[in-house]
Nanobody, 119 residues
C-alpha cells in the first residue's frame, strides 16, 4: 500500500501562482508514476500532469502546458505541482495519485485539496 498526503492549494487571483505538494509513504519502491488530477464541479476528473518515478519523464495536459510544472524529490518521496499564470478555469479540487510500476491504473489517491482562482 501507498499513502499520499497532500498540502498546498487555496485561493488566488487570476495570474497568480500556487504550489501543491504530495508526500508518499509506505511501499514507495513500487511506484511507477505519480500524477495530479483535478475535478471541477459538474465535470469529469481529468489528468493535469504526471511524472515517472524513476525516469522523471513528464506529461502535461494541453490546458496547462507552459503554465504548470510537475517535479519531484525521490529522496523525500514527494511530488510537486507548481501552478503559474492561474486562470479561473483552473478552479477545481486537485488530487495527487500514484500507480504501481507495471500498472496503468492509478491505485492510490491523496485526500484532495481545493484550488480556487478568482477573476
Amino acid at each position: 500500500q501507498v499513502q499520499l498526503v497532500q498540502s498546498g492549494g487555496g485561493l488566488v487571483q487570476a495570474g497568480g501562482s500556487l504550489r501543491l505538494s504530495c508526500v508518499a509513504s509506505g511501499r514507495t519502491f513500487s511506484i511507477g508514476t505519480m500524477g495530479w488530477f483535478r475535478q471541477a464541479p459538474g465535470k469529469e476528473r481529468e489528468i493535469v500532469a504526471a511524472r515517472a518515478w524513476r525516469s522523471s519523464s513528464t506529461y502535461y495536459a494541453d490546458s496547462v502546458k507552459g503554465r504548470f510544472t510537475i517535479s519531484g524529490d525521490n529522496a523525500k518521496n514527494t511530488v510537486y505541482l507548481q501552478m503559474n499564470s492561474l486562470k479561473p478555469e483552473d478552479t477545481a479540487a486537485y488530487y495527487c495519485a500514484a500507480h504501481e510500476d507495471g500498472r496503468a491504473e492509478y491505485d492510490y489517491w491523496g485526500q484532495g485539496t481545493q484550488v480556487t482562482v478568482s477573476s
